[in-house]
């Protein structure tokens, strides 16, 4: 789910219109995007009834177009990656929230809705071998072996998402050496309380390569 707001709106201002929706999505995969300066109305064409109605707004400190035009940027590499999937659609839409000026956004997905992407920024070519975890026993009552094997030295990092999008620990990040690896995760969140039962996920990540896998939590 993708969300705009401009930071001028009072017709709905974020505060109490956006950021609660955002808050309350339930998707894998949720964004949030402000517009620095945006208006309600800036988001539709030119309408008289609607500016009235925002007469007592301060007023946009960019233009009609200018608003479009951000919007647009953000929303079409949005949709080619939700929509079809497109090759280097979601690496082009992190790069925009991260290089764009006149935005400020919150972005919260799980690894099951970050499709992995050979043609994303950093990784030229797609020549190294994908990353494969395996999970160990699954379904799980108690500990979880997370075990994958490195080409070479590498940074990596091993997170446990819930299927609502929450990152529920990290587990490692840091470097890491060639060869097999094993790692076991005892059930317990970043703040030591034992997670509760249903579906998680596990990703393991290096700046090459990215894998994840659905883990069942037992009683």
Request: overall charge neutral; glycine content about 10%; aromatic content about 6%.
């Amino acid at each position: 789910a993708l969300l705009f707001s401009g930071s001028h709106d009072c017709v709905t201002p974020p505060a109490d219109h956006q950021i609660p929706m955002y808050q309350a999505l339930a998707a894998d995969c949720r964004a949030l995007v402000s517009l620095t300066g945006g208006s309600h109305c800036q988001f539709a064409e030119q309408s008289t009834i609607c500016e009235l109605g925002e007469g007592g707004c301060t007023p946009p400190s960019i233009s009609r177009g200018e608003q479009h035009a951000l919007t647009l940027q953000l929303l079409l590499p949005w949709l080619r990656h939700t929509l079809k999937q497109a090759p280097g659609a979601w690496g082009e839409f992190q790069a925009l929230l991260e290089g764009l000026g006149g935005i400020t956004f919150l972005l919260d997905c799980a690894p099951a809705a970050m499709v992995f992407d050979p043609t994303s920024p950093g990784r030229p070519g797609a020549t190294a071998p994908r990353l494969q975890a395996e999970l160990w026993p699954n379904p799980a009552a108690g500990p979880v072996e997370i075990r994958f094997r490195l080409a070479g030295e590498e940074r990596l990092t091993v997170d446990v998402w819930s299927v609502g999008g929450r990152r529920v620990r990290t587990l490692l990040d840091g470097r890491v050496a060639e060869g097999a690896q094993r790692l076991v995760w005892d059930g317990l969140d970043g703040q030591a309380r034992r997670v509760p039962a249903g579906l998680y996920w596990v990703r393991v990540r290096t700046p090459r390569d990215s894998d994840a896998r659905p883990l069942l939590k037992i009683r």
